[in-house]
């Protein structure tokens, strides 16, 4: 029987390189992403790597899109086996104290409140069909401090918190919860970013032992690893995948 993996954000960047990758073992996927034009796109080329595909549209940061987006899945595939909780922004890349307070309530909304919604809901149909895996995304600045990203960084760190006390709660039940902790990766997310912000692009690529950005095709594999049964007996990690980066902080 095909697996059902839930990608949130799956509409660009990490989202759309695990889903594709996903694809290639097979998995059904439901793309959730609050972009529709770019959802539908998604959908498309994962129903040309043979699998099945549905879009669902959401703001993750709204309880009632999350339980939506759960119910929706379940009726159409009947279950949900792997869950990649991976949506967010990364905000200006101001300095905290020039961050006004909408830009930092956003930020919380979608980065943290939608990670927690998303592992409620997903959460209780794993657990009720016999358990799960999920992949929640944090960050390098989830797990070391870094400036011009206090905000996002905080929300990172609550991602690392929610993954360690889940599986203390539910790996009993069948449930497996872990964290990546990408680097700077070549996404639409981080392009924007240095763009806005040029400098933080060159001190980020020195500062990377392996001196090059990560891919979206990389993060995907480990995804792809944690998610599938290959992984059954890792749980409650939190792995970086950045090139060396957190290792010389
Ligand atoms: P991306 O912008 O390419 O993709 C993010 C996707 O999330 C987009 O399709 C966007 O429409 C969607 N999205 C944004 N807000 C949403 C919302 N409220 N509801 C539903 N969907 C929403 O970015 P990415 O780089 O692939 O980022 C994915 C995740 O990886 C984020 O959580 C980001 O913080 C994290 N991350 C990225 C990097 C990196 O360097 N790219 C590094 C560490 C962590």
Known sequence: MSKIAIITGGASGLGLATASRLAQEGVNISVVDVNEEAGAKAVEQLKGQGVDAIFVKADVSKSADVKNYVDKTVEHFGTIDYFFNNAGISGSGKFFLDTDIEEIEKIV??????????????????????????????SSAGVTGQDSVVTYSATKHAIVGITKSMVAEYAKDGLRVNAIA????????????????????????????????????????LVTFLLTSNANYINGEVIRIDGGFTNTK
């Open 109 to 138: 909304e979608i980065n943290l409140f939608g990670a927690l919604y998303g592992v409620r809901y997903v959460a209780e149909v794993m657990l009720k069909n016999g358990g799960g895996a999920i992949v929640n995304t944090s």
């Open 182 to 221: 990408p680097g700077p990766t070549e996404t639409p997310m981080v392009k924007e970013f240095y763009e806005a912000n040029p400098k933080m692009k060159e001190n980020a690529t020195s500062g990377i032992p392996q001196k090059r950005l990560g891919t979206p095709e990389e993060v995907a594999e």
